[in-house]
């Protein structure tokens, strides 16, 4: 069987990324794996769903556990996500007992590994998972930079737009 690259499963996540993109949710994406196989995916939706828990991870993760049927994921699971976790997700990915975390783009304001706060070094979780960040990180990092320009730009518009109607 073959053994699939970081690159290659984090293009997965990516994939789901512009899935969320499209439906005018923050574009991140995540994918599952375990024994070489995706075991579920997700991208945000808070949006769409109505549902402020429904980031990536989280989407994932309930796919993942729902094929499964089972609330803890098998000992071998590896998350990929296109940005660093959140404390939210931090605790879920916790709980469903994901052993490794690679993520492409460090979250500087609410990131929950590297950046804002590093939960995992706090010692207080009962599990603790590995994690690697800089996968595709440049591609990751362009993907939320555009969605934030194009979003900013059509509130430009809607503005000026605004503005005319009122003059």
């Not at 512009?18 to 196989?37: H, Y």
């Amino acid at each position: 069987m073959t053994e699939y690259s970081d690159e290659y499963w984090m293009q997965l996540a990516y994939e789901q990324a512009e899935l969320a993109a499209q439906q005018g949710e923050i574009p991140v994406g995540a994918v599952l794996v375990s024994e070489n196989r995706v075991i579920g995916a997700g991208y945000n939706a808070p949006i769409t769903l109505l549902d402020p828990t429904a980031h990536a991870e989280i989407q994932a993760i309930r796919a993942a556990c729902s094929s499964l049927e089972n609330y803890r994921l098998p000992e071998d699971t590896t998350l990929y996500v296109t940005l660093e976790p959140c404390t939210m997700c931090v605790g879920a990915l916790v709980h469903a007992r994901i052993k490794h975390v690679v993520f492409g783009t460090p979250e500087p304001k609410a990131g929950s590994l590297v950046s804002a706060r590093q939960l995992l070094q706090q010692g207080y979780y009962n599990h603790r998972f590995t994690f690697q960040n800089g996968c595709l990180q440049e591609k990751c990092a362009q993907q939320l930079s555009h969605f934030f320009k194009q979003r900013r730009e059509q509130k430009r518009q809607e503005k000026l737009q605004k503005t005319s109607l009122n003059d």
